[in-house]
């Protein structure tokens, strides 16, 4: 309203002012009335004018502007749908499902809960790795009980403007309390509900509070069911967790070898597939894979299969599928020097021969054609399915990622920049043996994370002394079978692959028993 009186005085004092000085500059004429003074005094208050439409017009319209983008994500965001997917698409975690049997009976049958005064669990929350089905059991629970699926993400509720974030999460949960019975699921729940502090940040602290009150407030009459999902619960602000808010939780890991034959089955159901695919070896060889991995193998493969043309996907396809998930993409024309050739060549030897000496994992093929960032690369995978590993076993891992290196020194007498991925991981597990499994000097403790820093030095000793252990046994063992590791990297280089019958083959030749430097 403002903006449009002073737009209207502008253009009549644009108008009058134009006029004016017209006539004074052209025809010399003035109008009796108006002296020159006026004129000028007129066109001054014109100017003050346009200045104070310009910066009307450039202010920044907080309130409006907020209010505009907050009605459009909560438009496009908290997406109430009826979810059609059910439990027989969710496969394995059976522990978890029937964990969340409970919740669908409590939703499907809330009158006898009430009738006995139970309430129904508020919150539930899914923790774990990516991709292991947090969402798709949300979805589940959503298409078992009927209800409506609100999906919102916890970065959506973050914004620079105190209060946005707090009122998205009042209209999600009235959108949900009209639509119920009804699942809102907040993935990265950890983005809103992480540990405040004394330099908290006052949008987020609403936020949080918002959905606290929230989480309290509703539920009464209505049947809505609050799922988080989040990669990190130590970060979470103890108020989110306690009983009555986010009280149940459900760790949701990485399949096991049952779990990963069914989701190959689930997502496999559909597709052609040829007699050669066996399922239980697959599984094997996917080791450690979350269930997305494996979804992803499954419809990879089938897009190789298309690619080349076939009426059925093959072995072949999921060989080439899985180790395009793990590797990387294949470089078609790599600009690979022969001089590094022939340096990765050894470097890859190096591991698969310590591998193969201390029978850690089984490998499946070396390779020194480029995928991804790597030059060269080991598929393997464990050949039973481990949930503890000894000291020694964890030496032996370590020995297995520094057998690369040591190839290098053993026959080009100094190192690459190769194994900085090696070094990586071989430092974690160094570390998670000091710091978490007792397994060091220090005795048997788990070192807690604000202890870390002072004792910093202590602990770079302990896991400087793990390292060098296990690469000066991986030097020794290179060394004294230095002909294998030659006969493999020529092979390599001859071939670029090889896979693991053929590298079981060039070991056995040498009469080499595993497990010779323990
Ligand atoms: P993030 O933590 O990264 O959000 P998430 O745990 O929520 O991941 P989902 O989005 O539920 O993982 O899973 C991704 C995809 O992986 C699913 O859509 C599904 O195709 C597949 N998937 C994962 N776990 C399973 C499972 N147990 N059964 C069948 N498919 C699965």
Not at 182 to 210: P, V, Y
Request: charge should be neutral; charged fraction near 25%; aromatic fraction near 8%.
């Amino acid at each position: 309203m403002k903006k449009r009186i002073v737009f209207l005085l502008l253009v009549f004092g644009l108008v009058t002012s134009s006029f004016l000085i017209y006539h004074k500059l052209f025809s010399g004429v003035m109008f009796t009335r108006f002296t020159t003074g006026d004129t000028i005094l007129i066109s001054t208050i014109t100017l003050g004018l346009l200045v104070y439409y310009l910066k009307l017009d450039s202010k920044p319209q907080l309130v409006t502007a907020s209010v505009t983008t907050d009605k459009n994500k909560d438009e496009n965001t908290n997406d109430q749908n009826k979810s059609d997917v059910s439990f027989n698409d969710v496969a394995g975690l059976d522990e978890v499902k029937d964990e969340l049997q409970e919740i669908i009976d409590f939703i499907n049958n809330s009158e006898k809960y009430k009738k006995m005064g139970a309430k129904i669990p508020k919150g539930i929350l899914f923790h774990g790795p990516p991709g292991t089905g947090k969402t798709l059991l949300a979805k589940a629970v959503a298409g078992e009980t009927n209800s409506s699926f609100f999906y919102s993400s916890g970065s959506e509720f973050v914004e620079k403007y105190v209060g946005v974030g707090a009122k998205r999460i009042r209209s999600l949960f009235e959108k949900a309390k009209k639509g119920a019975p009804s699942i809102i699921f907040i993935d990265e729940i950890d983005a809103i509900g992480c540990k405040r502090n004394m330099d908290s940040n006052n949008e987020k602290d609403q936020t949080l509070n918002q959905l606290l009150v929230e989480l309290d407030g509703f539920n009464k009459n209505n049947t809505v069911v609050v799922i988080g999902a989040t990669n990190r619960l130590d970060l979470l602000d103890e108020a989110l967790l306690r009983p009555g808010r986010f009280d149940r939780h459900i760790y949701v890991g990485n399949p096991n070898l049952n779990a990963r034959k069914e989701i190959f089955k689930v997502h496999i159901k559909d597709k052609p597939i040829h007699s050669d695919v066996e399922i239980d070896a697959l599984s094997k060889k996917t080791h450690g894979f979350s269930g997305a991995q494996l979804a992803n193998i499954a419809n990879e493969a089938a897009i190789i299969a298309v690619r080349k043309n076939k009426k059925l996907i093959d072995i072949d396809d999921f060989e080439t599928a899985i180790e395009r998930v793990v590797a990387g993409l294949e470089i078609k024309h790599p600009s690979v020097l022969l001089k590094e050739k022939n340096i990765v060549a050894h470097h890859e030897a190096g591991h698969a021969l310590v591998g193969k000496l201390l029978s850690v994992d089984m490998v499946q093929k070396i390779s020194i054609v480029p995928r991804g960032q790597a030059l060269g690369y080991v598929l393997k995978f464990p050949d039973e399915e481990r949930y503890l590993h000894t000291q020694n076993e964890l030496m032996w891992k370590i020995m297995v990622l520094l057998g690369g290196r040591a190839a290098e020194q053993i026959i080009f007498d100094e190192v690459t920049t190769g194994a900085h991925n090696d070094l990586k991981k071989a430092t974690e597990i160094a570390e998670e043996m000091v710091c978490n499994y007792g397994m060091s000097s220090f005795g048997n403790i788990t070192i807690k994370n604000q202890y870390i820093k002072y004792n910093i030095n202590k602990i770079e000793r302990e896991i400087k002394t793990i390292i060098d252990e296990c690469f000066e046994k991986s030097l020794y063992l290179i060394k004294e079978n230095k002909i294998i590791l030659k006969e493999i990297a020529n092979y390599l280089l001859e071939k670029e692959t090889i896979t693991g019958e053929e590298l079981k083959e060039i070991v056995a030749k040498h009469n080499k028993l595993p497990n010779t430097a323990s």
